[in-house]
């Protein structure tokens, strides 16, 4: 068999076994991730020599640092695996949800509830427990899931996956319901993204290459793709605060999508305040690139190039632009951001005012870092992601956002003149 | 200049105008939209030159019919024009609105506020109307409008939003809000779908080769496209009842997409039933098309052959089948409907309840005819068109359904730890 035949088949299994778990009662998919977390726990030995498989062959190929160090698991790896199903179990079941009620004065009764979106494919990198989450998620919102990791976690992947998919069945559903595309090659995401009869949506959580894979999808993408966040530290600043938030804007996390990228600072404040930052940023190991302005005023901080503040470093590297005005550092964001998350930091209430208002950003900050977009502090209890889209779902993604809605109308024969 | 660059001129010039159109007060808006209203009846003679020009040239182009009576305007349907945008003046405004407010234990307040998508395209067929309804409700929303309309009313389309543009300009807003492309070359569609950096939805409303035009777009689509609704009649119907609903849900308006294509009727009341059916559609001019049994239930129904159980008439054309249960109905509905519209007509309450949790269509009616899925009917105050896509917006759309959100988050110091 072709590859898209075998990947035809497994999605058309998907998208069968969808209709059944749409209606699945939530008792019976939490029993289901109860005794997933137990099995995760009971066979951590087996995941961890697929894991030792995949991360022989990763060595074997060049790979080193920072990738192994994410491939890996661990016991505590493996049991955060099965404490997040456990946490996802506890989780309110999103569907059948009524979101709004209504009716017309000609006596419909209407009701806007909420349903499975149907068949979810979510496309991901190397870590392999990104299989339990995302599976997990797309099951419990009543989905199929049709999950494909790289290459690089393939024996882990698919033990994991398989797991899964037994503990479904073990319930009662159709363990049909998660698929793993377990070929290594990259043709996988183009015949995914050929299928819309059979996949309602791809869910990319990747970088640049996997955005370009993607491109002229037939299936809708919600994608989960760049961060270019901004921290504005305004004239009216408490400066101490400001220290704090870009610090942990910049440090706490250097690689993910919402840790700053651009600092910007008010003229009338900068020598205030920049000399200090800058002292503590460079002590931490963050390589300052600066305007001129900022150049002057700080030893220690390299000139910028006009591309780094349109770049993405996810490492400890931090542009710094002086601005003369808040509608400088506003027309800035519009310019280099991303359209993620951008804060400012001021005590002036017009400024904050003006900030939220203009900055159309999913996740606007006012006094706080960057770094709570994210599902789990935003209080949603999962990561399903971060959406960069504005369609669908924008900024931090709970299980609502992996589902879509119907209307119920009641009628008592109602027929439209 | 070529036509991709003039088109890419008018895009930009949009998605500019966007930023500012996103922040003007409702106030403005309405004034912009009155004013419009006024210009429409005062410019009455005008609007119906242009018109004339188009049906002339749509006549010397062999047009004809039910072509000419949509292209054709007068002076009723132009105060209905007015009169339509008056009423989305009256609406209330999207923008702004707090759709949920929550605060975190670490004392961050969170705010999800509706907010202007920015810039959305729509492309249309020939009713020159559709230039005032569509670009007037894309400008209330807060985004930027791209209006691309059928060719055939190119004259009367240019004049409407040239007018729609002046009313923009007059309250102070700017015109390049409102953009019309208007050449009549159906290249300009694949001219569009190659910009999502200019342009965040496309909202096609027509017909199958819209859907081909569109196919591969790298901006989203909200498709408005297929209706292939069906009214299940059940065996505890009430069959007066079901016999208006049928009647109304066929005949009321055949070419629309909430008209029913195929009845399903329940083989135990189906000899009841059926013939007193049968002779009213036929009366009324509906051709009928059968499954053996109807066929044999009454005379002067055609065998229907395996493609009308999948085609959208739209027209006085029903297809007619008898079911042997509620279980076949609804596995009937999901091999061939289009899930967007679909009813039972019962008394049984169990049966109605397992209806509406079974098909997986965007309404779903019990007891009432499926020409209720609109914008108007289910009190959004606009006809935004009805959406037969699962993500984002499913079903009809209001003003709502043409935004997007974003989060504020406002803290005093807040860090992540």
Known sequence: MTLEGQIVAQLKQAREASHSLALCPTERKNAALWSLAKALRANAGAILEANRKDLEVAKTSGRAGAFLERLALNDARIAAMAKSVEEVAALPDPVGEVIERFSRPNGLQIQKVRVPLGVIAIIYESRPNV???AGVLTFKSGSAAVLRGGKEALAANTLLAKMLARSLEESGINPAAVQFVDTPDREAIQILKRHPEAIDLIIPRGGGSLKDALAGSAVPVLPHFDGLCHTYVDRDADLKMAEEICFNAKVSRPSVCNAMENMLVHRQIAAKFL?????????????????????????????????????????????VKIVDSIEDAIAFIRQHGSALA?????QDKEAAARFEREVDSATVYVNASTRFTDGFEFGFGAETGISTNRLHARGPMGLRELTTYKYLVRGAGQIRS
Chains 1, 2 share one sequence.
């Open 131 to 133: 299989t339990i989450d």
């Open 342 to 346: 951008d804060a400012i930091v001021t």
């Open 275 to 319: 000399p200090a930052m800058a002292k503590r940023f460079l002590a931490a190991g963050v390589e300052l690139r600066g305007d001129e302005v900022a150049c002057s005023l700080v030893p220690g901080i390299k000139q910028a190039t006009v591309e780094d503040w349109d770049t993405e470093y996810l490492e400890l590297v931090l542009s």
